[in-house]
């Protein structure tokens, strides 16, 4: 495993992180920043996969 696979594995666990923090306080953050957080977590996705494309 190469060294930018290394540091996207990290990233990736480290986007999850933050998803599931978001997800687990959603109503605790306002709507727009929200959304906000999940356009650029979409955007992110693409470049750093997380869980969602681990069993793709």
Known sequence: MGLFNK???K???AKDTADDLV???????PDD??????????????VIPGEDAAGK
């Open 7 to 9: 540091i996207k594995g």
């Open 11 to 13: 990233a990736g666990k």
């Open 23 to 29: 997800e687990a306080n959603g109503d605790k953050i």
């Open 33 to 46: 920043i929200e959304n906000k957080y999940d356009t650029i977590s979409d955007a992110a996705e693409k």
